[in-house]
């Protein structure tokens, strides 16, 4: 299904210079494709070429940027079925799972479009004392410059789009290293840019070891880092980037509380596919499970009970719910802290085993807050179960962790949804469902230990761009 091999993309030009990259099938295990790879000349001339593009990429039109946009999202949507196998073989997600992603990017690339003509400025009063007398003030956003990207394998597509579009809304040049798990989602969106009329040295996608990317990180030609991962490596990042502003989105083990005046039937249903997605392999994947005490007997057995009817096996297929982990590697880490909890007195409502890289959806409880399993990001198809007496006290619950991503809070009370946006010390809170629900034009990103900054179209725009005030004294 895939090509033999794929080039990488310096400077806007496909070049190939090797085939070292294997692509495996994350079903399979067998190669599927291999992909070029870059080196340390090959990166230096990327940021030089980015560098050189910054002022002409700075003066285009927004209705130029714009309709490049367009052109991206009527290309991609063409090859929509195409891109979605890309997804299910290198990223091993279920095909229907996989279609809906390709959709959710190409709404990312129509609202850039819509952002790129219309990201403004503001009159500013400045004669607020007698020494601003005759001044009038403004203030526009101007493009940061050249930018430098690290995307994840678990949105290959649409976590690359999230980067790639408001970058092109902006005006800012960009170098882009994709997951080397799932590099051809990227440099199918690379295809695409190629046929556009962008400035010589607009982007380049350049699949690499994490050592090679080391100048998007430390090189202070770029401007902006803006990186999707793993915490440890996101911070570490942080800390070696210098002057330049870093944007992080990092991981999280997000909680969903579950009032006593929730529907369950809706409530089970929202909640199975926040935890087993993907393999539960999204940032905002549900984790811990609060469940009010009156109602937590009946919700356990309804949600156990649908839960052993996720359907397990090969993603092409399309009956697939739940498809293998990234690598044998990450189900092997994920057996590992089940069995730890369970070792401490943890019990297995369902699931818990493992055949190489697939990992049944798992259903604990009576799990330790400090085991792994639920103080860290699980990332994979396990949630952790555990019931409150109280509504606040269940709040703190959801706070007492190193993460604040998203949160979930299934109530029909009004006030107490008012209280838990007021409370929750997380990026967003959704009411009335999994906090594994995300719009892609909304702001998104956390506190704590869950990153910074916010990516989402308009405010991924703003991150990229600085702010040029322009005073005016009138004699």
Not at 246 to 260: I, M, T
Not at 353 to 381: H, I, N, W, Y
Not at 418 to 445: F, K, T
Request: glycine share 8%; with cysteine; hydrophobic share 45%.
């Amino acid at each position: 299904m895939l090509a033999q091999s794929y080039p990488l993309y310096l400077g806007n030009r496909a070049q190939a210079p090797n085939t070292a990259l294997e692509v495996r099938d994350k079903f399979t295990g067998e190669v599927a494709t291999r992909v070029a790879q870059a080196n340390a000349e090959i990166m230096e001339l990327a940021i030089a070429a980015a560098t050189a593009a910054a002022e002409p990429m700075r003066r285009l039109p927004s209705y130029e940027r714009q309709a490049i946009l367009l052109h991206c999202a009527r290309r991609l949507g063409e090859r929509r079925e195409e891109l979605a196998r890309i997804v299910c073989l290198e990223a091993g997600k279920p095909i229907r799972d996989a279609r809906g992603e390709v959709g959710r990017m190409l709404d990312t690339f129509r609202i850039a479009a819509e952002e790129s003509v219309r990201m403004g400025g503001e009159v500013v009063p400045l004669d607020t004392t007698p020494r601003a007398r005759g001044f009038t003030g403004m203030w526009k956003r101007v493009p940061a410059g050249p930018c430098g990207f690290i995307t994840p394998f678990n949105f290959p597509l649409n976590l690359v789009a999230h980067k790639v579009a408001p970058a092109l809304a902006m005006g800012c040049p960009f170098v882009l290293k994709p997951a080397s798990a799932t590099p051809v989602s990227a440099l199918a969106i690379g295809e695409i840019l190629a046929e556009t009329s962008l400035p010589e040295g607009a982007f380049s996608i350049l699949p690499c070891s994490a050592e090679q990317a080391r100048p998007l990180v430390e090189d202070d030609r770029l401007k902006l880092l803006s990186f999707t991962g793993s915490p440890e490596v996101g911070w570490d990042l942080k800390r070696r980037a210098g002057r330049k502003k870093v944007v992080l989105e990092l991981g999280g083990n997000a909680a969903v509380v579950v009032d006593q005046d929730a529907d369950l039937d809706d409530t089970v249903e929202r909640i199975v596919v926040g935890a087993f997605t993907q393999s539960g392999q999204s940032c905002i994947s549900v984790q811990r499970i609060l469940v009010h005490e009156s109602i937590y007997p009946r919700f356990r057995e309804q949600l156990v009970e649908s839960t052993r009817r996720i359907r397990h096996g090969n993603p092409a297929d399309e009956a697939t719910i739940l498809g293998p982990l990234i690598s044998e590697e990450s189900a092997r880490r994920l057996g590992a802290w089940i069995a730890s909890a369970v070792r401490r007195g943890a019990r297995v409502l369902c699931g818990g085993s493992r055949e190489g890289a697939m990992m049944q959806a798992t259903l604990l409880e009576a799990v330790p807050k400090d085991e792994p399993v639920c103080a860290q990001e699980a990332f994979g198809p396990v949630a952790v179960l555990s019931s409150f007496a109280d509504f606040d006290s269940a709040l703190r619950q959801v706070n007492d962790s190193v993460f604040g991503l998203q949160a979930g809070v299934f109530t029909r009370d009004l006030y107490r949804a008012q209280r838990a946006w007021d409370r929750l010390e997380v990026g967003g809170v959704i009411v009335g469902d999994v906090p594994s629900w995300r719009s892609d034009a909304m702001p998104y990103g956390g506190v704590k230990g869950s990153g910074l900054g916010r990516e989402g179209v308009r405010f991924a725009m703003e991150e990229m761009s600085e702010i040029r005030m322009l005073a005016i004294r009138t004699p």
